[in-house]
């Protein structure tokens, strides 16, 4: 009978305890939140990374792609024009601090410069890019550089030179930047590459370059196998053996890492004020800015069109110069 009147007691205030039971509970889960909460104020009230220390923070952070000491040296031109720019506005700031709104004036004040519209997205690209892999250590909750909209691209005026133009830019040119001019004719290498070519990326004796394009490296990794054409080879033998180590052009290499700029200013002077050849053309529909017709780049235009126009299949032109696409 004992039993039976405990099992009885147990059923009436078994509802009364568990009610009891989930008041603690839940008791116990909002002081947790609670606690939550003030370490999150305090976490969050500390300092965070600031816009001066963004950039070494950036280098050593593991969640950044592989980038060349040239493509470094790009990315941090650019951020020094912002982090000054930025530093002007809100001296000191934290990098979380950086609003839509910064992003917005900033981007209107680059385009207020007359910068192209691939200049433009450069900028947004690399600065979408660094508050991307730097969210975590400067606490970003909001990616202000998303909001911006890129700007299209106008391939309007990019053209191959003409034969006769080639030989006077190739002819008209002296030491490594001749060299240079003579690396890009004879095959197809982007700036950066030819710029960079090592000597152990070349081999006289099978006339083959063997490298890696740095524009696609960290996407394919690729290799890429260009024959040494006997113009380029004459060129580059001219180098003595025993002085054929680390860069195939050391002076223009090192100008290159300090401000790849500089190069580029270089041969455009060559093109324009050597070669007298018109290098921008007015852009379509007015307006300041021109658009650009001739530079390094042409050559690689200049390599394509020959090979086509002599019949090479598609197919290994595109191995050649290590494009995927048939534009």
């Known amino acids: 009978a004992l039993g039976e009147a405990i099992k009885k007691r147990d059923r009436v205030l ?158 008209s040119a002296t030491g490594e930047l001749q060299t240079l001019l003579i690396i890009g004719a004879y095959s197809g290498l982007r700036l950066c590459d030819a710029v960079t070519l090592d000597w152990g990326e070349v081999d006289l004796d099978r006339g083959i370059i063997t490298l890696r394009p740095r524009k696609t490296a960290s996407k394919t990794g690729k290799f890429v196998g260009v024959p040494i054409h006997p113009t380029l080879h004459a060129a580059l033998s001219q180098t003595p053996p025993n002085k054929r180590r680390s860069s195939v052009l050391p002076d223009l290499k090192k100008m290159w890492e300090e401000n790849p700029d500089g190069i580029n200013y270089r041969v455009k002077k060559h093109f324009s004020e050597t070669c007298k050849i018109e290098t921008t053309v007015p852009r379509k529909g007015g307006g300041k800015n021109r658009v650009a017709l001739v530079g390094f780049h042409a050559l690689r235009h200049t390599i394509v069109s020959q090979l086509a126009s002599k019949g090479v299949p598609l197919e290994v032109i595109r191995g050649l110069v290590g494009h995927g696409g048939e534009t």
């Open 14 to 171: 078994n509802p009364y305890n568990l009610r009891e039971e989930k008041d603690r509970a839940e008791a116990a889960l909002a002081r947790v939140q609670t606690v939550d909460q003030k370490l999150a104020k305090a976490i969050d009230d500390l300092p965070a990374l600031t816009v001066m220390d963004t950039w070494d923070t950036f280098l050593k952070s593991p969640a950044r792609s592989d980038a060349s000491e040239a493509t470094l040296a790009s990315y941090l031109i650019k951020w020094k024009i912002f982090m000054a720019w930025i530093e002007a506005r809100r001296p000191g700031g934290e990098l979380r601090a950086v609003s839509v709104q910064d992003a917005n004036d900033f981007s209107c004040m680059l385009m207020g410069k007359g910068l192209t519209p691939n200049t433009f997205n450069k900028y947004v690209g690399l600065f979408t890019m660094m508050f991307r892999v730097l969210a975590d250590e400067a606490r970003i909750t909001v990616n202000p550089w998303t909001k911006i909209r890129r700007k299209r691209l106008n391939t309007q005026g990019r053209r191959a030179l003409t034969v006769n133009e080639l030989q006077k830019v190739l002819e």
